[in-house]
Nanobody, 121 residues
Framework: QVQLVESGGGLVQTGGSLRLSCAAS????????MGWFRQAPGKEREFVAA????????NYADSVRGRFTISRDAAKITVYLQMNSLKPEDTAVYYC??????????????WGRGTQVTVSS
């Protein structure tokens, strides 16, 4: 069983930055791609970014490309989402997920509980 715990959310002003972390644990946490998704109030969960197990391929939603960067540490047990130039529309609960490399939630088997990001205007 894989456990995922997000951290790093908070309140930031427009144009500010935050770095989210996702710590993974569990005996079977190997060869999983990692993704970040977000869900704003009244909206469906949406894809933000994904990175392969090796970390050599990453992809982003159009809405965050050029502002957000996904990465994972050398031990491959922590995944980061560096968020720059934040906008009020980035306000959401951000979820970390582990599974196959893909851009929809159906590709992912394990989910964290989420961390709130609020961007004030």
């Amino acid at each position: 069983q894989v456990q995922l715990v997000e951290s790093g959310g908070g309140l930031v002003q427009t144009g500010g930055s935050l770095r989210l972390s996702c710590a993974a644990s569990g005996p079977t946490f190997k060869n999983y791609a990692m993704g970040w998704f977000r869900q704003a109030p009244g909206k469906e969960r949406e894809f933000v970014a994904a990175i392969t197990w090796i970390g050599n391929i990453a992809n982003y939603a159009d809405s965050v490309r050029g502002r957000f960067t996904i990465s994972r540490d050398a031990a491959k047990i922590t995944v980061y989402l560096q968020m720059n130039s934040l906008k009020p529309e980035d306000t959401a609960v951000y979820y970390c997920a582990a599974g196959k490399y893909g851009f929809t939630s159906s590709w992912y088997d394990y989910w964290g509980r989420g961390t709130q990001v609020t961007v004030s205007s």
